[in-house]
Structures are given as C-alpha cells and as structure tokens.
C-alpha cells in the first residue's frame, strides 16, 4: 500500500462528515462493543457474538449482549445448553452460537494465565485455532474487546477484506488467513503514517493511543454508507484509488 494514498485517503474520510458522525457515535461507546462491560471474559464471549450481525440487527443483538452481561459470567457458564439457546436464539445461528460460547469459556479456563502476556497476533491465533465456530475475524473482535477499545486492533471483516482494502490498493487475500494478513498489513500502514498524520490532523482528540481505533471506525463507516451500495457516484474520495471494483 502506498502510504502517501493512504494518508490522503485518511484527510479525505477526515472531512467527511456522515463518516465522522458515525465515527464520534461509537469512539467512546461502541454499539457492538459496549464500554460499560467491565467483566473482560465477557467481552470475549462478546466479541466473537458479534458475527453475521448485520447493522439492520443491532438492537436486538445489544439486548442478548445486554441480558448476558446482567446473568454474569459465572451464571453463562453454568447455563444447560437449552438456556443458552434461548439467550442467543434472537441473533440466529444458535446452535453454532451455543458451541461458541461453550468452547470459549473452556478456552478461557485453560488459557487465561497467557492473556497479558500474548501479543495481538498471537492472541487472535488462539482463538481462531483453538475456540469452535471462531475465525481469524471473530479473533480479532475479541481481542479488540477483551483489551477494550482504544487499542491497535482493527478488524477486518469480509467487506473490508473482499471490497475496500483492495480497492485501496491493499494486497487482496480471500483465504480464511487473509483477514489477519490484511489487518497486519493494514497496522503496519497506520503505524508508518501516525506520526506525520497526528500532526496535521485537524481532529484535536486524536493521539498515539487512539489513531488505529479512529481509522478502524473510519474505514468501516465509509464501507457501510459508501461502498455496501456499490455506487460509483457515492465514492466521497477526490483521487484515484487502485483496484476499486466499483468505479
């Protein structure tokens, strides 16, 4: 990826205003990932929740989170699967779900004394490899909230992965590995720009801390009101960009 596009492909979703809009809703309180969740196995639980939730989904996806947050952690795990089923009935997919859930919290009792110590990427290869119906994907929003937000990790999910990374000149990589390829390909980028970029920005609250969250909530925001519509005439950027699948 070139980091001078890049950087400027930033400035543009910068001044963009339904973008940051969106952005500014979510940076202290994410919809998917509430910050008044203070019990971090929950939010591992959580995480991996979030998955094939569509936007149109969001309020009864935060009333299952809410009411397993209310049971708390030692009640999840002492629920029968029948119980369980019906927690997460409302999001469908509930038998995969179920088996989720019970795989986690058996992998946080064998696990758990590694967390602080992993990386991201290793974390996130823990749980795609050892928890069932977990992904490199589901890895990643799990970390992202178990180590709550703002942190380096971006997800990458399959529209960022399969439509607009690559239409921003990201290496494109549909294997089950490539979101994680990517989203490192993607930090690396953010780190190479963050010093240059959080000098010019004009946004007063962006610091060292808290840039990858604001490009992950950027380039995600842009995805959904942009590029879900796959509109040549809703492209916001002023430059060409390579590879867009759109134009």
Same mark, same amino acid.
């Given at each position: 990826m070139n980091k001078t596009t890049f950087f400027t492909i930033l400035k543009e979703l910068e001044e963009n205003e339904p973008v940051q809009k969106e952005v500014m809703k979510n940076f202290a309180d994410n919809l998917w990932w509430p910050a008044c969740i203070e019990d971090s196995?929950?939010?591992l639980l959580i995480g991996g929740l979030s998955s094939r /939730?569509?936007?149109s989904m969001i309020d009864t996806y935060r009333a299952v989170i809410f009411r397993i947050a209310e049971s708390g952690y030692q009640? /999840?795990?002492?629920?029968s699967d029948d119980e369980l089923t019906e927690l997460v009935r409302p999001l469908g997919l509930f038998h995969t779900r179920v088996s989720y859930i019970r795989s986690m919290i058996q992998f946080i009792s064998q696990k758990s004394s590694f967390? #602080?110590?992993?990386s991201d990427e290793v974390f996130i290869k823990e749980i795609a490899q050892n928890v069932k119906n977990a992904s490199y994907k589901i890895?990643?929003?799990c970390v992202l909230y178990y180590r709550m937000y703002p942190n380096r990790v971006m997800? *990458?999910?399959s529209g960022m992965r399969d439509i607009l990374l690559p239409c921003l000149g990201f290496e494109s990589n549909k294997t089950a590995y490539g979101h994680e390829i990517m989203r #490192? #390909?993607?930090?690396?980028? *953010?780190?190479e720009i963050a010093g240059d970029y959080l000098k010019d920005t004009k946004l007063e609250y962006l610091n060292a801390r808290n840039f990858y969250w604001w490009v992950h909530l950027s380039l995600i925001y842009y995805k959904r009101i942009y590029c879900n519509r796959k509109d040549s005439n809703g492209c916001i950027f002023q430059i060409e *960009?390579?590879?867009c699948d759109v134009r």
């Open positions: 196995r929950l939010r /939730i569509s936007y009640a /999840i795990c002492a629920m967390f #602080e110590e992993w890895g990643q929003c997800p *990458v999910d #490192e #390909e993607l930090t690396n980028t *953010v780190t *960009v390579p590879r």
